[in-house]
């Protein structure tokens, strides 16, 4: 799991080839770290597929909308620089992540 800040996102994410999970989380977002064990868990699972990271949005606000990352938590999926899928809020459940890992791997 990549930890990423405003200056790792754009090499480690918008530039790297391949597929990658970022997971955007709030410092006091507590939904955000309900699911966080879970998305350490499937990049334990899952590591060797897909590429696993996660940004905290408190940290990053602008880059966060510039993602169009306006509630939390966001799991998001991009390949090759692009956001191709997301789950917003509610829909980010652990059962949801890890069938949209799944449709990536």
Same mark, same amino acid.
């Given at each position: 799991?990549?930890?990423?800040?405003?200056? *790792?996102?754009? %090499?480690?994410? #918008?530039?790297?080839?391949?597929? &990658?999970?970022?997971?955007?989380?709030?410092?006091?977002?507590?939904?955000?770290?309900?699911?966080?064990?879970?998305?350490?868990?499937?990049?334990?699972?899952?590591?060797?597929?897909?590429?696993?990271?996660?940004?905290? *949005?408190?940290? %990053?606000?602008? #880059?966060?909308?510039?993602?169009? &990352?306006?509630?939390?938590?966001?799991?998001?999926?991009?390949?090759?620089?692009?956001?191709?899928?997301?789950?917003?809020?509610?829909?980010?459940?652990?059962?949801?992540?890890?069938?949209?890992?799944?449709?990536?791997?």
């Amino acid at each position: 799991m990549i930890d990423l800040d405003k200056t *790792t996102f754009e %090499a480690e994410v #918008l530039q790297a080839e391949g597929t &990658v999970l970022v997971d955007f989380f709030g410092d006091g977002c507590v939904p955000c770290a309900a699911l966080m064990p879970h998305i350490h868990a499937f990049a334990e699972t899952y590591g060797d597929k897909l590429k696993f990271t996660s940004l905290n *949005t408190t940290k %990053a606000r602008r #880059l966060a909308i510039s993602q169009k &990352v306006m509630g939390l938590p966001v799991i998001a999926i991009y390949q090759n620089g692009a956001m191709v899928e997301s789950l917003v809020k509610d829909d980010a459940t652990p059962e949801n992540v890890e069938a949209m890992i799944k449709k990536y791997c």
